[in-house]
């Protein structure tokens, strides 16, 4: 995902941004802070998903959207356990009240 590359990859020159005056205020491109994931950091892998909905357009939809960034020395104590495969045809359904999963981190400051 170029999205998740430009963030997390130090000097990752495949994204461009528009060129619009929106842009300028909004984000400036720092190649020296790169963020990292929380889940990558405990777990040594992003979660399988964190969005599953059905959609006239995507049927199954289900991929991860849904991250927990962070930059410099924080310690990333535990991670909310997520599941490995969606348990019902899609989302929301009655356990889960929106078609993305809760994601949450507890992090120790230095």
Do not use: W
């Not at 924080?74 to 899609?90: A, F, G, K, Y």
């Amino acid at each position: 995902d170029i999205c998740y590359k430009a963030l997390t990859e130090k000097n990752y020159d495949g994204y461009q941004i528009p060129e619009s005056s929106a842009y300028e205020i909004s984000y400036r491109r720092n190649a020296e802070q790169v963020l990292k994931s929380a889940y990558r950091e405990k777990n040594g892998v992003e979660p399988t998903y964190t969005d599953f909905a059905h959609t006239p357009n995507c049927p199954d939809y289900c991929a991860t959207l849904d991250y927990i960034f962070f930059h410099g020395h924080l310690t990333i104590e535990n991670v909310l356990e997520l599941p490995d495969h969606p348990s019902s045809e899609s989302y929301p359904d009655e356990t889960h009240p929106s078609d993305h999963i809760m994601i949450a981190a507890t992090i120790r400051l230095p």
